[in-house]
């Protein structure tokens, strides 16, 4: 991408935040790798239901069998009781952590840590990871290149209708979405996306944290998020697996 498009789209997204009513970011790299662009003021979080991608890859890879039906739950409609079976299959806490921190370690993720116990006590383990927006980038572009990850991808493709929210409304998008208040209750919402562009694809990660701190508004971000992706996506860089 041209230095110049790429300030031009910095410029674009930067005015089209200053009239939402919540932080937001958005991070974009091409599939099969590439350099990692980050945009708006939200960088950074806990992931939240969007670790269940890494953790669906991690299960089908140590039980392809038995995992199945438990994937499905987890991604098509975030299912935690799934999730938390997924997490068991790979074994102690410590094991489960490290299996699920291998995955994104082969998705160029090599910084980003997975808790073994719950940091809150109500909450997943895994689903507490702090997450960058540029780091679960790096990790999205290369998602579709991972052993397992088609498979997750295809079950991203068919989220259930309540689910089809954000970055799942660009056709043919394969997204997981993530959201959960803080300690005082405010929202973060926010998804990660492989995305058909031109003769490849690319990946999209969106967060937001409204100003109301509600769900509902920080969906309605993340729909104004998605719009404005749909309109540059041409000028957004897109790839293909290496073969």
Known sequence: ????????????FASYAESLRGTVGLAYAPV???RVVTLGE????????TSKVPLAIAALRAAPVVAKSSVALAITRSDNAAAEQLWSMLGPPAAAAAAVAGVLSEGGDTVTRVPSRRIRPEYTAFGQTEWSTTRQ????AHLPCLEAGPDVLALMRTLDPEQQ?????????AVKGGWGPDEKGAHLVRQ????PNGAGWTAVVVGARPQSGTFA???ALLDGLTEWVGGHLRQLPSGRCPR
């Open 32 to 34: 099969g790798g590439g």
């Open 137 to 140: 980038a790096l990790f999205t």
């Open 1 to 12: 991408m041209a230095v110049d498009e790429s300030r031009s789209l910095a410029s674009s």
């Open 165 to 173: 929210w954000g970055l799942a409304r660009l056709p043919g998008a």
């Open 192 to 195: 990660l996306g492989v995305i």
């Open 217 to 219: 508004d920080g969906i």
């Open 42 to 49: 939200w960088i950074d979080g806990v992931a939240w239901s």
